[in-house]
């Protein structure tokens, strides 16, 4: 499915995996970014990606929990850098040319970078 | 489908079907019921087989493992339950393996048990960091292969085969008291869940994902399933039967895991025990790999982190620390002291609270057009689909009940 087509919200597109260009998982639509008014057409205008996005998803205490060990980060990816819609959303830029896989990397910084086949 | 590729498979699955519950339980199931429970083991083993060539199906076609897509069709809510239930799931049985492997390597080296425990999880996280994926699930799942001396046991003291052919057919034996009754609907509970683990959905579906399977792989994974876990599932009754012939009319309650290895001991003798321990040995450790890595698998899937071990372990480097981090949790477990076969029985009592959660969405997957096209489930699987999504629904009402009615089995 192509992003300019029409979109049903929840089931084709929330919480699904999103893939970079590089073909490497870079998080979850966590939540979706809509433009326009009451009254008016609502237009999908970025993705919502990181523990931030899910209040209003969640009760309170569950969000206070999130904050406490995930902080409450939110990476906006721009509707205009999705490739396709599917069983995953698959972008078609790098992550990081999105602020995506800054957690990877400083996890990455805890691990050695050896003994593996 | 290369024929190599595919026996290996094959075999894997069958040296990796048994692990530290279908041990224990199986033993204690004939050592108690004598053949009557054979069929609930039958059962259940078709059980695992359509769920889980379901969720390689899945893997191969839609490209994406359960939990993936688990979040997307539950919600963020009711998935993030269904994450921690098998989170906690897993990690108990987990520990149940690492303790199972820390006993079994205490009978063969008479160290300290605790001592090893520590040394295995080193041990098992140094073999995940450095073979490559397709060979972790090969080797513990091959050398696993030497429980196949405890069939060969059964062979060897010639069980009476008709009282075996005949515990195939489902039945409840005649004449029990209500305590018997209740303790024999707790180890048929038991049973379902431990040869349908959660863990293994998982840990088979992120495995077709990590070797990289498409439709061209599906009529391997149909044959894996079904030859692989259907042998398994045989290898598993042999333990049952043995116990039936030789425990049960001598009243010997196998509480220990180590006793299904005197099965072999028995007609072969020394070498007959060392090969069975060695089997169970690498089928337990294999066990204990699988449940950390579904683990792993699960968290990093649900919040759409890098993951796998076909990578190497700085390339998906929260999914590494998490399935050490895992490791650790569970070695934490077993050096409480905590007897193993009572995490076990969590293991599975845990187990069986969760499968409902695990098989709804695989089965709602599986069966979506939108996603499967014409590979969703045909008639044949959405029957047997829904009605053992049925029946473990009903055995997880069941269980805390029974767990709670008879003691943990114990009567």
Redesign the interface.
């Known amino acids: 499915m192509k992003p300019d087509g029409r979109i049903k919200l929840v089931s084709e597109l929330?919480?699904?995996?999103?893939i970079d260009s590089e073909g490497?998982?870079?998080?979850?639509v966590?939540d979706v970014e809509l433009d326009g008014a009451a009254g008016k057409t609502l237009r999908p205008t970025a993705l919502l990606?990181g523990p931030g996005a899910?209040s209003g998803?969640?009760p309170g205490w569950?969000m206070a929990l999130v904050r406490l060990l995930a902080g409450s980060r939110i990476t906006r990816v721009p509707f205009s850098k999705i490739r396709t819609i599917?069983?995953?959303v698959e972008l078609e830029v790098p992550g990081e040319a999105v602020g995506l896989n800054k957690?990877?990397d400083r996890?990455?910084r805890?691990?050695?970078?050896k003994?593996?086949? | 489908m290369n024929p190599l590729e595919l026996t290996l498979g094959i075999m894997t699955a069958v040296g990796g079907f048994v692990d530290i519950s279908e041990l224990v339980f199986a033993a204690k199931a004939g050592s108690t019921f004598g053949y009557a429970l054979i069929w609930v083991f039958a059962f259940a083993t078709i059980g695992i087989i359509v769920f889980s060539e379901m969720s390689g199906r899945v893997a191969a076609v839609a490209k994406q493992p359960v939990f993936n897509l688990m979040r997307h069709r539950l919600g963020l809510k009711l998935g993030l339950v269904t994450l921690i239930a098998s989170v906690i799931s897993s990690l108990i049985t987990c520990a149940a393996e690492v303790g199972g492997v820390a006993l079994i390597l205490n009978y063969l080296t008479g160290a300290p048990y605790l001592i090893l425990a520590v040394g295995l999880t080193v041990a098992l996280i140094a073999s995940i960091w450095v073979i490559p994926f397709e060979w972790i699930e090969r080797s513990y799942g091959l050398l696993g292969l030497f429980m196949v001396v405890i069939a060969a046991a059964l062979v060897a003291i010639h069980p009476p085969w008709h009282q075996i052919a005949s515990g195939f057919v489902p039945q409840v034996p005649k004449g029990l008291t209500t305590k018997e009754l209740l303790t024999f609907g707790y180890f048929a509970v038991a049973i379902v869940s431990a040869v349908m683990f959660p863990y293994e959905v998982y840990f088979y579906s992120s495995g077709g994902i990590e070797e990289g399977w498409s439709i061209k792989d599906l009529l391997t994974n149909r044959l894996t399933s079904i030859v692989g876990m259907g042998l398994g599932s045989l290898l598993a009754i042999s333990i049952l039967a043995s116990s039936a012939q030789l425990f049960g009319p001598t009243n010997i309650d196998p509480e220990i895991p180590g006793t299904a290895a005197l099965q072999a001991a028995i007609p072969f003798g020394k070498w007959g025990l060392i090969l069975a321990l060695l089997g169970m040995f690498f089928a337990v450790a294999g066990a204990a790999v699988e449940t950390c890595l579904a683990n792993a698998y699960s968290i990093a899937q649900f919040f759409g982190w890098k993951w796998g071990r076909h990578k190497k372990p700085w390339e998906a480097p929260r999914f590494t620390i998490t399935w050490i981090a895992l490791f650790i949790a569970a070695l934490a477990i077993v050096l409480t002291g905590v007897d193993v076969m009572t995490l076990v029985e969590f293991a599975i009592l845990f187990s069986i609270l969760v499968l409902p959660l695990t098989y709804l969405p695989l089965l709602l997957l599986a069966g979506d057009r939108k996603f499967m096209g014409q590979y969703a489930n045909g008639a044949i699987a959405k029957v047997l689909g829904w009605f053992y999504f049925a029946v473990v629904g009903c055995a997880a009402i069941a269980a805390l009940p029974l767990y709670f009615l008879t003691s943990g089995g114990n009567g």
């Open positions: 929330l919480d699904l995996p999103l490497r998982y870079c998080g979850v966590d990606v899910y998803r969640m569950v599917g069983s995953a957690s990877e996890a990455e805890w691990i050695p970078h003994g593996a086949l």
